[in-house]
């Protein structure tokens, strides 16, 4: 009976918890939007957007009817899995609260989070590698064990595994793209690499599923949610995919760009140095910087 009692306890704590923390997300995002446009350039309203669907998405996995529906629908349980790990980290990622963050905060604030940035730890997390494993390492985990038969029999265990995937898809979302302030950055290809391999991890657990249901799981319930994993899954992943090729050509096209201008730079920097070394003798000024001898 006390057992009942505190478990109904920690439940309603944590509902309320899920209802309080969407708003003042989205409040406190707007206020430094307001506070930050009257002293630099005008916040992009679509991160603006990213920001407020990335936060309801979020909510209504976790305290919305498909919420309610997952504690007896492992279908249900899989579109959770899709927004709160998956499509939710992504608007949140893409609405770069840390760039917004850090140009709110004074000088010595701002200097603090960075050097929190630069901290071992966050580098050692952030990895893509490491990203990667804790994200899908962990479905794993739920999935091929009773762990997920267990955290419907306690509301802590259940909150637990929820932030679990939530930060997990955060951070994994957070290595693959660069849309935020990255400290400790990676070559494209080895991101290309592991994206590749996250998600022919993602797409053979979801077949595996649909072979195996977990633990007190109906057959036919397991296949429709391993089917929506697998689809869901890929069309959200395509969306990264595009997004980081993207960059990296977007990369490519800047640097060529940068090169064109100092080679014109230099260019001009070579003419300038021949009019001062050799005003009054053209030919001799051309052949010192061709490397030509005049007498051949």
Known sequence: MHNHEVEVGISSFLNLLLFAVP?????????????????????PGIRITFWVIGVLTVALAVAGPIAEQAHASFTAHMAIHLLLGMLGPLFLVLSTPMKLLLRSVPIAMGRFIGKILKNTYIRWITHPIIAALLNFGGL??????????????????YFFVHVHVFLAGYVFTLSMIYMEVTVHRTSFR????????AMASHSILSKWIYANPPTGVETSDAQRGGMLMYYGGDAIDLILVIILCYQYFSGRNNLQEVWKHEAKNASKSTSIAKTILF???KAMANNQFTNKNPHK
């Open 23 to 43: 708003p003042v997300l989205i409040i406190g995002y707007m206020a430094m939007v307001y506070r930050t446009n009257k002293k630099y350039r005008k916040w």
């Open 190 to 197: 080895l991101r290309a690499i592991v994206l590749i391999l």
């Open 140 to 157: 794993w985990i739920l999935y091929g064990t009773n762990l997920y038969i267990l955290m419907h029999s306690s509301s802590l265990l």
């Open 279 to 281: 005003p009054n003798n």
